[in-house]
């Protein structure tokens, strides 16, 4: 690849992302300098994320600040989050801030590249030039990712550190190496790999990566240690919040989920997929003020095309069922229409068919009765379980709630859901039955010899 040739980059698509109009055409300018012919202007956050679902662009150039709260990096979370950027693309942040660097050496979505106002056209394409190298070497490697052909991604990494020119991308091989075992689901190899990232710099991404791989192999107390210690060190790490959230709650302890969850979405105000974290934890943590609060904003605000799902409003209707307020959840409940099940998944709709039947327990009792063999039969969500125990309970099938719980009681998700079952099958003068299947999950744990959910 020769990005010297004026003609390379006259192949590209370029994209300039930035609220000031004379900064945006000072951006082009730099671009059409360096050769590029198709430079498309964005003004800012969701005007870039239309353009970009038209058109997806080769080169992104953005601004770190563009106004109205967003950020540059928002922007790049949600591409990557709903996956509308290709690993081939190169995303170059553009900053005054000279402390952006601190904020780069923490995040995990990390840009391909940032650059300091003021700089010339020439320095630019001095940093592109690198991002562009970088990127076509390492292209074999996103499309084996992309194909889900993860051991021709490893064969690669393994070939490539040991080349002269994988020498000069050693640490972008050696996290691929990580991320790619997690991928496998193979979490013992990727706690290795980030081990090996960490004797040479404790990266926060690096020791984040390291407690999402214990995580995997359920070794949740190390995991959390793990993240206590990054957050406190890089509170500007807001995925870390996110991760020793998750952390948190697999091990029970929803109440400090929910406070790292707050902390963050409180710097975070736009980031809706961060809101969706916490109204779960609140949820879990008997919070349900909150947890309306949190889903009602995503379900108002998230105007990213396609963003708000049925999921979400089952959320939200969840959360009007656990703080009593059936009207409001009969509400929510009637914006999914019969037209919008049809695309769902089976877990949205057999919650949305079971958080029915508490609204009206009568009218749709048969309806649960000719549903009940194949809920017993297929593999269920844990909240879909609960919302059908919740229903069970509602038309007197105390059989069918028990099941549901000991499903739950024979996988992980019990320790998340342990609460809302335990005060479940209390609030129905279950408790003793509860008990019961919290026995012999213990039993069959002790029998089978397996490190399983211990609660």
């Known amino acids: 690849m020769n990005t010297g040739d004026g003609d390379f980059y006259r192949s590209l698509r370029f994209l300039v992302i930035d609220d000031q109009p004379a900064a945006r055409e000072g951006l082009r300018i730099c671009a059409q300098t360096m050769g590029a012919f198709a430079v498309d202007l964005s003004s800012g956050y969701q005007d870039a994320i239309a353009r970009i679902r038209r058109?997806?662009?080769?080169?992104?150039?953005?601004?770190?600040?563009?106004?109205?709260?967003?950020?540059?990096?928002?922007?790049?979370?949600?591409?990557?989050?709903?996956?509308?950027?290709?690993?081939?693309?190169?995303?170059?942040?553009?900053?005054?801030?000279?402390?952006?660097?601190?904020?780069?050496?923490?995040?995990?979505?990390?840009?391909?590249?940032?650059?300091?106002?003021?700089?010339?056209?020439?320095?630019?394409?001095?940093?592109?030039?690198?991002?562009?190298?970088?990127?076509?070497?390492?292209?074999?490697?996103?499309?084996?990712?992309?194909?889900?052909?993860?051991?021709?991604?490893?064969?690669?990494?393994?070939d490539a550190i040991e080349t002269e020119a994988g020498r000069n991308y050693r640490f972008e091989l050696m996290r691929q190496e990580a991320e790619v075992a997690l991928l496998k689901g193979d979490p013992a190899?990727?706690?290795?790999?980030?081990?090996?990232?960490?004797?040479?710099?404790?990266?926060?991404?690096?020791?984040?990566?390291?407690?999402?791989?214990?995580?995997?192999?359920?070794?949740?107390?190390e995991a959390r240690s793990i993240m206590d210690e990054v957050v406190a060190d890089a509170p500007d790490y807001f995925g870390g919040h996110d991760l020793k959230a998750d952390i948190c709650l697999e091990m029970g302890d929803y109440a400090e989920g929910q406070r790292t969850l707050e902390a963050a979405a409180a710097r975070t105000g736009r980031n809706y997929e961060r809101k969706r974290r916490l109204a779960d934890a609140a949820l879990l943590n008997g919070d349900t003020e909150t947890a309306r609060q949190a889903m009602a904003d995503v379900i108002r605000n998230d105007t990213m095309p396609g963003a708000v799902s049925i999921a979400d409003h089952l959320m939200l209707v969840r959360s009007h069922v656990e703080a009593g307020d059936l009207l409001a959840a009969e509400r929510v409940l009637a914006e999914i229409t019969p037209q919008r099940l049809e695309t769902a998944s089976l877990d949205e709709r057999a919650s949305s068919l079971a958080l029915r039947a508490l609204m009206r327990p009568d009218t749709e009792r048969e309806r649960i009765a000719a549903l009940r063999a194949s809920w017993l039969a297929i593999p269920l969500c844990a909240r879909s379980r609960?919302?059908?125990?919740?229903?069970?309970?509602?038309?007197?099938?105390?059989?069918?709630?028990?099941?549901?719980?000991?499903?739950?009681?024979?996988?992980?998700?019990?320790?998340?859901?342990?609460?809302?079952?335990?005060?479940?099958?209390?609030?129905?003068?279950?408790?003793?039955?509860?008990?019961?299947?919290?026995?012999?999950?213990?039993?069959?744990?002790?029998?089978?010899?397996?490190?399983?959910?211990?609660?």
């Open 55 to 158: 058109a997806p662009p080769d080169v992104i150039l953005c601004d770190y600040l563009l106004g109205n709260d967003r950020s540059g990096q928002q922007l790049l979370e949600e591409l990557r989050r709903f996956d509308l950027l290709a690993d081939e693309a190169v995303f170059i942040m553009v900053t005054a801030e000279q402390s952006y660097e601190q904020v780069v050496a923490a995040v995990e979505l990390a840009p391909d590249d940032y650059i300091i106002k003021p700089f010339s056209p020439d320095r630019l394409k001095l940093r592109l030039d690198r991002t562009m190298r970088r990127k076509r070497f390492l292209e074999p490697l996103f499309v084996a990712k992309r194909e889900q052909d993860f051991d021709r991604a490893e064969r690669f990494v393994r």
């Open 189 to 221: 190899a990727a706690e290795a790999a980030f081990l090996a990232i960490l004797e040479t710099h404790p990266f926060p991404w690096a020791r984040a990566g390291q407690a999402r791989a214990l995580l995997g192999q359920r070794r949740l107390a």
């Open 386 to 455: 609960v919302d059908i125990a919740r229903a069970a309970f509602a038309i007197g099938d105390n059989e069918l709630a028990v099941a549901m719980a000991a499903a739950l009681f024979a996988s992980d998700e019990i320790r998340r859901m342990f609460k809302i079952v335990r005060d479940l099958f209390e609030a129905n003068d279950m408790a003793a039955a509860f008990r019961e299947l919290q026995r012999k999950a213990a039993l069959q744990r002790i029998a089978s010899g397996a490190d399983g959910p211990s609660v």
